[in-house]
C-alpha cells in the first residue's frame, strides 16, 4: 500500500503538471486573439513553473533514506565562547525550520558551553523527507559579525559543525551485536527535577565498529540525557545508534564515502560550506553560489532556497 500510495503521488503530481501547460497553452493562444490578457498567461506561467519545480525537487528526494526523519549534531569550533555562542544560534535555526515544517523535535543531547552557547548538541527530528531536507545542511557553517564578547567591537569569525544522518524507523532492521555494547550512566544538568540531578539517568553508550569488508574498527560513542529514566534514555541510545549504522551501511550501498568525507572537514576557515555575513547583511551558500540578504530570516528558520538550491544542483547525483 505504501508503494501504490507513492506511485499515485508521482501520477498526481504529473497529472497536474500537465494539465496547468496545457491551460498555459490555451491562455496563450486566447491571448494571441484578444481573448485574455497577458496578465492571465503570466499567472498561468507562473502556476505552471512552481508545479514543474516542485516535482523536479520530489524527484531529487527518491533515495530510501530520503524518506526517513534525522538525527543532527551541532559541534562548535575551536574559539571559546564566540563559537560556542554561533553553535547555540544554529541550533534555533534549524529548530525554527523544523518547526515551520511541522516535524517533531527531540533534543537527546546537550552540553552548555563554558560562559555562553552550546559546546554540542543532537537534535532528533521525526517526519517525512526530513532527512532528505537536511542532508544539504552536513558540512562547516561559518559566521562573521562583530562579537559582543569583544571588548574592542572587533569583527570575529566563528566556526560551528552540523553533521546529519537519517533516523532509523522500525520497518529497517539493523543488526547491533551487544557483545560489542558497553555503557556508562551519569548525572544529567539542566532542568528537569530533582530525579533529573541527583539520579544517574544520562547514559553514555560505547559501540565497537567492526567493517566486516574492510576490517577497519571504530568506536561509537552517544550519549543520551531525553528521558528522565535511565531505561528510556537506554532505548532511545540504542535507536540513535542504528541510525548511524544505518548511514554506514548507505555509505557502502551507494559507494559515496569520499563524498561524505568531503563534507566532514576541519571545523576552520576554507572548509565552510556556508557563510553568514551579520554586518554585510549576507548568507551564502559556497557549493551552490546560492545567497540571500534576508539575515534575519535565515537566522529564523527560512532555509528552504538554500535547500532547494543544493537539492536541484546535487540531488541528482548518482
Known amino acids: ?17 500537465k494539465s496547468a501547460t496545457e491551460e498555459l497553452q490555451l491562455a496563450f493562444d486566447f491571448m494571441k486573439e484578444g481573448i485574455v490578457s497577458e496578465e492571465e498567461v503570466e499567472a498561468n506561467y507562473t502556476k505552471a513553473m512552481e508545479l514543474i519545480e516542485n ?22 569550533g575551536a574559539g571559546g565562547t564566540e563559537s560556542q555562542d554561533w553553535a547555540s544560534m544554529l541550533f534555533r535555526m534549524y529548530q525554527r525550520w523544523c518547526e515551520s515544517k511541522g516535524y517533531k523535535t527531540t533534543v537527546t543531547n546537550w552540553q552548555d558551553g563554558d560562559d555562553a552557547g552550546i559546546k554540542t548538541a543532537t537534535l532528533q527530528v521525526e517526519g517525512d523527507v526530513a532527512y532528505g531536507f537536511l542532508k544539504s545542511e552536513n558540512g562547516v557553517h ?7 564578547y569583544n571588548a574592542q567591537g572587533k569583527r570575529m569569525t566563528s566556526f560551528a559543525s552540523v553533521f546529519v544522518v537519517p533516523l532509523v524507523d522500525e520497518s529497517i532492521a539493523i543488526e547491533v551485536n551487544p557483545a560489542n555494547l558497553s555503557w556508562d ?5 539542566g532542568a528537569g527535577g530533582q530525579n533529573v540531578n541527583k539520579v544517574e539517568t544520562g547514559v553514555r553508550l560505547h559501540y565497537n565498529y567492526t567493517d566486516p569488508d574492510t576490517g577497519e574498527s571504530q568506536e561509537i560513542v552517544i550519549e543520551n540525557t531525553e528521558s528522565r529514566s535511565q531505561l528510556g534514555n537506554r532505548e532511545n541510545a540504542i535507536r540513535l545508534l542504528k541510525s548511524q549504522l544505518y548511514e554506514i551501511e548507505l555509505e557502502k ?66
Open 55 to 76: 516535482l523536479e525537487l520530489k524527484n531529487m528526494l527518491r533515495r530510501e533514506e530520503d524518506q526517513l526523519g534525522a538525527v543532527l549534531k551541532i559541534n562548535a
Open 142 to 148: 561559518r559566521l562573521v559579525r562583530v562579537s559582543p
Open 185 to 189: 550512566t551519569f548525572r544529567s544538568s
Open 253 to 318: 550501498r551507494r559507494s559515496a564515502q569520499a563524498q561524505i568525507e568531503a563534507g566532514k572537514k576541519k571545523i576552520e576557515w576554507g572548509s565552510q560550506i556556508r557563510s553568514y555575513v551579520f554586518d554585510d547583511r549576507r548568507v551564502k551558500d559556497h557549493r551552490t553560489n546560492y545567497q540571500t540578504s534576508n539575515v534575519t530570516g535565515v537566522m529564523d528558520g527560512d532555509l528552504d532556497d538554500f535547500i532547494k538550491a543544493y537539492l536541484m544542483e546535487f540531488g541528482g547525483e548518482n
Open 1 to 17: 500500500m505504501k508503494i501504490v500510495r507513492e506511485l499515485k503521488g508521482w501520477l498526481n503530481a504529473y497529472g497536474e503538471v
